[in-house]
Structures are given as C-alpha cells and as structure tokens.
C-alpha cells in the first residue's frame, strides 16, 4: 500500500472532483509544477489507486428516470450458480452495480435504471426471473436521492509526511 502525503491527497480529490482536468490545471491548483504533478500522477496510476477516468451522465436528463434497488435470492450457495448469474447480469447495461451482501435474505443487491415502470417490467420478466437459480426478488424504487457520489472518502487516509 502506497503512503499518501498531502500533495498526493489534493490530487486525489481534484480529479475526483474532475476527472478530465489538464496536468497543467492540476499543477496550478495544488501549487506544483507540471513535471511533478504529471509523475505523482503516473505514480498513482501505477499504484493502481487512479483506476480509470470515466465521464458521468445525466440518467434523468438521458430520459433514465426510474431507478431500483433489488434484492435477489438464490436456490443455491455454489460458486457454478453464483458464477452464471453474475456473468449474466454484468451483461446487462440496465445494472450498474452488482454486489453480495450478507445480513439479509437476499444474496445479491442489484442497482437498476430504466426509462420508466414498463421498462422496469420487461427488464424483470424479460431477463432477471429468467436466470437459473433467482428464486426471490424485491424490489424498491428510489424516491429521491439524497447523495450520490463516487468520491472516496481520503481525509482519514493522510499519512504523518
């Protein structure tokens, strides 16, 4: 694991802020020059703490307006069974995330958006009852959010440099 001085942590937090920002605008607002910021940079890349740069759309604005959360049961606990079903719905670009969770009936939480209920629908009947071993699913509809952010939290992370 790669120590984080402060340096580190306010590039960090720019580019969470703003994953496109230039080298050189980057150096401006952390107070280095280009050359070292762009090799702190290629560090953390290297790293693997920069994954990768991606640019976030507007669901609601793309007429993606109905978002659920659904909780998935499984007939069986194997890893076959738990293979076939994540590959099937990583091939949904309806999911956009996926994820095991424990202290709850369900085994999966899937997170969804669609244009709209009839969407939801088809996206339910059509594909996710059909796979083999979905025995459970409930769903919940996001009223609102309230947060909704990819930036990790890196104040607790700040190393004594």
Known sequence: MIKLDRTDRRILEEMQLNGSISNLELAEKIGLSPSPCSRRVKALVE???I?????LLNAKALG???????SISM???TPERFN??????????????????????????????VQDMEAYQQFLLGKLTRLEGVTGVHS???????????A??????????
Do not use: W
Not at 51 to 55: A, M, R, W
């Open 47 to 49: 790293a693997g703490i």
């Open 51 to 55: 994954g990768h740069t991606v640019t």
């Open 64 to 70: 993606l307006r109905l978002m659920a959360l659904i």
């Open 75 to 77: 007939d069986r606990h």
């Open 84 to 113: 076939a079903f994540e590959g099937a719905v990583k091939s949904y670009p309806e999911v956009l995330e996926c994820l095991i969770i424990t202290g709850s009936t369900a085994d999966y939480q899937l997170k969804v958006v």
């Open 140 to 150: 919940s509809f996001v009223m609102r959010e309230v947060v909704n952010t990819n």
């Open 152 to 161: 990790l939290p890196l104040g607790s992370l700040l190393s004594s440099s």
